[in-house]
């Protein structure tokens, strides 16, 4: 595993950028609201999002892997940091909290009986105001 602190201090500070500028590029354009993408917008999305990752990753070592004896982080921790933080909601459903098979089977379980006693209600008022 590469050490993040070597990595950058190999790597000497340029206008060079971690993520291919191509495969950003192609993300915006898939973006109905993108219009005409220049290369300074290019370059600076790009390396908002680097810093972003690089952020993000930080915290959520900072906040999991510094309690725990192991050195490495795990997509449980980055789910924890975006549910514990308010101003990462907007990730809630790219990075959830993972859960096992047996629990969201539950979920579904109950989600059909709430709805199927929705149901049941609505149709008893329905047939009330009919009468």
């Given at each position: 595993?590469?050490?993040?602190?070597?990595?950058?201090?190999?790597?000497?500070?340029?206008?060079?950028?971690?993520l291919p500028l191509s495969r950003v590029r192609t993300?915006?354009?898939?973006?109905?609201?993108?219009?005409?993408?220049?290369?300074?917008?290019?370059?600076?999305?790009?390396?908002?999002?680097?810093?972003?990752?690089?952020?993000?990753?930080?915290?959520?070592?900072?906040?999991?892997?510094?309690?725990?004896?192991?050195?490495?982080?795990?997509?449980?921790?980055?789910?924890?940091?975006?549910?514990?933080?308010?101003?990462?909601?907007?990730?809630?459903?790219?990075?959830?909290?993972?859960?096992?098979?047996?629990?969201?089977?539950?979920?579904?379980?109950?989600?059909?009986?709430?709805?199927?006693?929705?149901?049941?209600?609505?149709?008893?008022?329905?047939?009330?105001?009919?009468?």
């Amino acid at each position: 595993m590469v050490d993040a602190s070597k990595l950058q201090q190999t790597r000497k500070p340029s206008a060079d950028t971690f993520l291919p500028l191509s495969r950003v590029r192609t993300i915006m354009k898939s973006s109905m609201d993108t219009g005409l993408i220049t290369n300074e917008v290019l370059f600076l999305m790009t390396k908002c999002t680097e810093l972003f990752v690089q952020h993000l990753a930080r915290e959520a070592y900072s906040a999991s892997c510094s309690k725990e004896s192991g050195d490495t982080l795990k997509y449980e921790h980055l789910s924890q940091l975006v549910n514990k933080s308010k101003n990462l909601e907007f990730l809630l459903q790219i990075v959830p909290e993972k859960i096992r098979v047996h629990e969201f089977q539950e979920m579904l379980r109950l989600n059909r009986t709430s709805n199927s006693d929705d149901d049941d209600e609505s149709e008893s008022e329905s047939e009330s105001e009919a009468e």
